[in-house]
Nanobody, 121 residues
Framework: QVQLVESGGGLVQAGGSLRLSCAASGRTFSSDNMAWFRQAPGKEREFVGCVTSGGNTYYADSVKGRFTISRVYAKNTLYLQMNSLKPEDTAVYYC???????????????WGQGTQVTVSS
């Protein structure tokens, strides 16, 4: 069955960096858009960034210039390099895959279980 598994979360000080990974399995994802979303306590899940099946990238304004999303198609793997982290980046980060769009939660059919990122001030 299709499975997305995130890794790389943890505790980091403000200004630090983390790299998240998402390993997808169960089928080929080269035709899917793959994205990162995040959900902070008490808030709705929000879009962070996406790399489309064609290699185009999109970011939320809040992370532009600090986060970089990338993927290795042959390995069905998605990455999120997060630099200059801020306390407001603290959230559970989710990997998602889908073929229907870029920015909305409902456009993604497959989700990982999430990985916690905590940024201390």
């Amino acid at each position: 069955q299709v499975q997305l598994v995130e890794s790389g979360g943890g505790l980091v000080q403000a200004g630090g960096s983390l790299r998240l990974s998402c390993a997808a399995s169960g089928r080929t994802f080269s035709s899917d858009n793959m994205a990162w979303f995040r959900q902070a306590p008490g808030k709705e899940r929000e879009f962070v960034g996406c790399v489309t099946s064609g290699g185009n990238t999109y970011y939320a304004d809040s992370v532009k210039g600090r986060f970089t999303i990338s993927r290795v198609y042959a390995k069905n793997t998605l990455y999120l390099q997060m630099n200059s982290l801020k306390p407001e980046d603290t959230a559970v980060y989710y990997c998602a895959a889908g073929r229907r769009g870029v920015f909305a939660l409902g456009e993604y059919d497959y989700w990982g279980q999430g990985t916690q990122v905590t940024v201390s001030s």
